[in-house]
């Protein structure tokens, strides 16, 4: 007897077979249509970022920059303190916070970094731990991990538009190969312009956030950087990177990156 012969005798029969290829149909429906979505919103995070990096002087504009020296202080509360940036595209980054009495210290060459760490005592020089080696990895790059995330294997998502700090902005999310977000970016809808960044991490077990505004943008060697970043802790400002001068594609002395030998 074949179903239609079924569906005469017994309808409970057909009706029941009806009712399991509707649910079967509905359900590789939702999951097209889940996709189709997914893909588009990749599509608008794609664009977005597109249009963001053209904004800040393009692919191409950040590909010509081989290095960067950046000098400037760090404020916190009512205290200021000289620091210096250096950076080789994609390979090295050297950071120095000057607090009078001992430096804080870091430097990192492709794949190994080292750090002062005055917890272990005066002047103590140790490597860099996992997490550690991979913030130094993301630093590297000089567009940003937003800018160059295709070459860093990150994939985008997008949160539609949000009211940040009084202004209209794309929400670009940013997942790490294991499926993470890291970062969240919010991008003006009409300049272009990057209005916040968070930073999300997690530590034993509990995710914190660090909001990034950067501010006074200045073109330097075809690009823009900017002059001026706050970041905010539970919405409190906990410190100020203010800088007073940029170099592009100077020569530096690739010794600067490496371990000191004298260990304290």
Same mark, same amino acid.
């Given at each position: 007897?074949?179903?239609?012969?079924?569906?005469?005798?017994?309808?409970?029969?057909?009706?029941?077979?009806?009712?399991?290829?509707?649910?079967?149909?509905?359900?590789?429906?939702?999951?097209?249509?889940?996709?189709?979505?997914?893909?588009?919103?990749?599509?608008?995070?794609?664009?977005?970022?597109?249009? %963001?990096?053209?904004?800040?002087?393009?692919?191409?504009?950040?590909?010509?920059?081989?290095?960067?020296?950046?000098?400037?202080?760090?404020?916190?509360?009512?205290?200021?303190?000289?620091?210096?940036?250096?950076?080789?595209?994609?390979?090295?980054?050297?950071?120095?916070?000057?607090?009078?009495?001992?430096?804080?210290?870091?430097?990192?060459?492709?794949?190994?970094?080292?750090?002062?760490?005055?917890?272990?005592?005066?002047?103590?020089?140790?490597?860099?731990?996992?997490?550690?080696?991979?913030?130094?990895?993301?630093?590297?790059?000089?567009?940003?991990?937003? *800018?160059?995330?295709?070459?860093?294997?990150?994939?985008?998502? %997008?949160?539609?538009?949000?009211?940040?700090?009084?202004?209209?902005? %794309?929400?670009?999310?940013?997942?790490?190969?294991?499926?993470?977000?890291?970062?969240?970016?919010?991008?003006?809808?009409?300049?272009?312009?990057?209005?916040?960044?968070?930073?999300?991490?997690? *530590?034993?077990?509990?995710?914190? +956030?660090?909001?990034?505004?950067?501010?006074?943008?200045?073109?330097?060697?075809?690009?823009?950087?900017?002059?001026?970043?706050?970041?905010?802790?539970?919405?409190?400002?906990?410190?100020?990177?203010?800088?007073?001068?940029? +170099?592009?594609? *100077?020569? *530096?002395?690739?010794?600067?990156?490496?371990?000191?030998?004298?260990?304290?």
């Amino acid at each position: 007897m074949n179903n239609r012969t079924n569906c005469l005798y017994s309808p409970g029969f057909c009706s029941r077979g009806f009712f399991t290829t509707f649910i079967f149909m509905k359900w590789t429906l939702f999951i097209m249509l889940l996709t189709i979505s997914a893909s588009a919103f990749a599509q608008q995070a794609e664009s977005i970022t597109d249009q %963001y990096a053209a904004h800040l002087g393009g692919y191409a504009g950040f590909k010509k920059i081989k290095t960067v020296k950046i000098t400037g202080k760090t404020i916190a509360g009512e205290q200021s303190f000289p620091m210096l940036l250096v950076v080789q595209t994609g390979k090295s980054i050297y950071n120095m916070v000057d607090i009078g009495d001992h430096k804080f210290i870091s430097g990192y060459d492709q794949g190994t970094g080292w750090v002062t760490d005055f917890r272990l005592g005066p002047d103590t020089i140790r490597d860099m731990d996992e997490p550690e080696l991979m913030e130094q990895k993301g630093m590297v790059s000089m567009g940003g991990p937003l *800018i160059e995330y295709r070459e860093n294997g990150t994939r985008l998502g %997008y949160s539609g538009v949000k009211k940040i700090r009084e202004k209209d902005a %794309y929400r670009i999310d940013l997942y790490d190969s294991t499926g993470n977000m890291f970062i969240k970016f919010y991008i003006d809808t009409t300049t272009y312009m990057p209005v916040q960044m968070s930073l999300i991490k997690t *530590i034993d077990g509990k995710a914190s +956030e660090t909001q990034i505004v950067p501010s006074m943008p200045q073109w330097v060697g075809g690009v823009l950087f900017f002059m001026k970043q706050e970041a905010y802790v539970n919405g409190q400002l906990s410190q100020t990177l203010l800088f007073d001068k940029v +170099e592009v594609n *100077i020569t *530096i002395d690739r010794n600067i990156f490496q371990k000191p030998v004298k260990q304290y």
